[in-house]
């Protein structure tokens, strides 16, 4: 019904036939039985019983893997979650989200989440990043596009993670560990405490720039 298997240094969820519930109810027994084996690890979700969950049963999957430390890399993933009536179509590849937000259209990388970055979990998007929350210290995240966090940055942050120097990073207060854009790295300034407003970071000549965000006005891509 559901089985767990390493490939590529991921965790691989094969879903069989079987009921939502089932697939919860086992997934919080392999979870609470080895937390060590799955905190911090790249999970995949396959399996024709995907073909069965509804859009919102999936979130909650998805969730309760995030909940536990765990980071999605559902780029790799294929199988089609059912569309409920009146709903955008969704693919687990398309919409690795952890909340009630629209479906991302097929094909799109882009991970949003609802919800805090506690110390010591990482997140990686083929994509960009947004989060509505704070991203914690010790936090990381990497992105092969922008960084946009609607909260604290306290942790390290990767935009361009595959050498992109236009992608940006931003934040409503802007204080991390680390910054990079593509190979360059900037790290925490002295300065660490809030700033009445946002900030981005983007690359000028080569360096990490920090700057007040100003509304429309971007560095130029």
Same mark, same amino acid.
């Given at each position: 019904?559901?089985?767990?298997?390493?490939?590529?240094?991921?965790?691989?969820?094969?879903?069989?036939?079987?009921?939502?519930?089932?697939?919860?109810?086992?997934?919080?027994?392999?979870?609470?039985?080895?937390?060590?084996?799955?905190?911090?690890?790249?999970?995949?979700?396959?399996?024709?019983?995907?073909?069965?969950?509804?859009?919102?049963?999936?979130?909650?999957?998805?969730?309760?893997?995030?909940?536990?430390?765990?980071?999605?890399?559902?780029?790799?993933?294929?199988?089609?979650?059912?569309?409920?009536?009146?709903?955008?179509?969704?693919?687990?590849?398309?919409?690795?989200?952890?909340?009630t937000a629209p479906a991302a259209p097929p094909g799109n990388k882009d991970i949003i989440i609802h919800r805090n970055l @506690?110390? %010591?979990? &990482?997140?990686?998007?083929?994509?960009?990043?947004?989060?509505?929350?704070?991203?914690? =210290?010790? #936090?990381?995240?990497?992105?092969?596009?922008?960084?946009?966090?609607?909260?604290?940055?306290?942790?390290?942050?990767?935009?361009?993670?595959?050498?992109?120097?236009?992608?940006?990073?931003?934040?409503?207060?802007?204080?991390?560990?680390?910054? @990079?854009? %593509?190979? &360059?790295?900037?790290?925490?300034?002295?300065?660490?405490?809030?700033?009445?407003?946002? =900030?981005? #970071?983007?690359?000028?000549?080569?360096?990490?720039?920090?700057?007040?965000?100003?509304?429309?006005?971007?560095?130029?891509?």
């Open positions: 019904m559901l089985k767990i298997k390493g490939l590529n240094d991921s965790l691989v969820i094969v879903f069989d036939k079987g009921s939502f519930e089932d697939y919860c109810s086992m997934l919080q027994e392999k979870i609470g039985a080895n937390k060590q084996l799955f905190n911090g690890s790249r999970v995949v979700f396959r399996g024709e019983g995907l073909r069965n969950l509804s859009h919102d049963e999936m979130i909650k999957l998805q969730k309760l893997c995030l909940d536990n430390g765990m980071i999605l890399n559902n780029t790799a993933s294929e199988s089609k979650v059912k569309e409920k009536p009146n709903s955008p179509a969704a693919t687990l590849s398309a919409q690795p989200v952890v909340a @506690r110390s %010591g979990q &990482k997140l990686h998007s083929e994509g960009s990043v947004v989060i509505w929350g704070d991203v914690h =210290e010790s #936090a990381e995240i990497t992105a092969a596009g922008d960084i946009i966090i609607l909260g604290t940055l306290g942790g390290i942050a990767h935009a361009g993670y595959y050498g992109n120097d236009n992608s940006i990073v931003f934040a409503l207060n802007l204080v991390p560990g680390q910054i @990079r854009i %593509g190979n &360059k790295i900037s790290r925490a300034s002295d300065d660490q405490t809030k700033r009445p407003y946002p =900030e981005i #970071a983007f690359l000028e000549n080569g360096s990490i720039c920090v700057q007040e965000y100003v509304s429309g006005k971007l560095p130029r891509r």
